[in-house]
């Protein structure tokens, strides 16, 4: 199984493009596909419930609540692994902390300036071929 922690900008991007083939909306219907389990803890679903009720996003009503408990059924509520160096942007810190806590998972973001830069950390393209990868397998 592939675990990832997707970071906000990840589902903002696919929730306003008009592009269904976008990486960023081709990882959110993986995700509705069941190709990889989500990782969360409390902060990053308050953190998405934020986010996408911004009305600048002018997304339509009840979709960010069921895609938010699409991943709080189908993910994994998982603990923080202490990272001890600091980060560019300490509010990110724990969607980066949540991705240490499983093994071989990944943090997927549009945003690298974020975050450490490891193999860890990879963009919605990158994450899209680990997913096909696996398939081959």
């Known amino acids: 199984m592939i675990y990832a ?72 509520e998982a603990s923080r692994t202490a990272f001890l160096e600091s980060m560019p942007d300490e509010d990110d810190r724990v969607f980066y902390e949540v991705s240490l806590s499983v093994e071989d998972s990944f943090l997927v973001t549009g945003n690298f300036k974020h975050y450490p830069q490891t193999p860890k950390v990879i963009s919605p393209a990158d ?9 081959e397998e």
């Open 5 to 76: 922690v997707i970071d906000i900008n990840v589902l903002v991007s696919a929730l306003i493009t008009h592009n269904s083939l976008s990486p960023t909306a081709k990882v959110v219907r993986l995700l509705f596909d069941g190709e990889f389990t989500p990782l969360y803890e409390s902060s990053i679903i308050e953190e998405y419930q934020e986010v996408l009720s911004r009305a600048k996003f002018k997304l339509q009503p009840g979709v960010a609540d069921a895609l938010i408990s699409f991943i709080k059924e189908h993910g994994i």
């Open 127 to 135: 994450f899209l071929s680990v997913i096909i990868e696996s398939k």
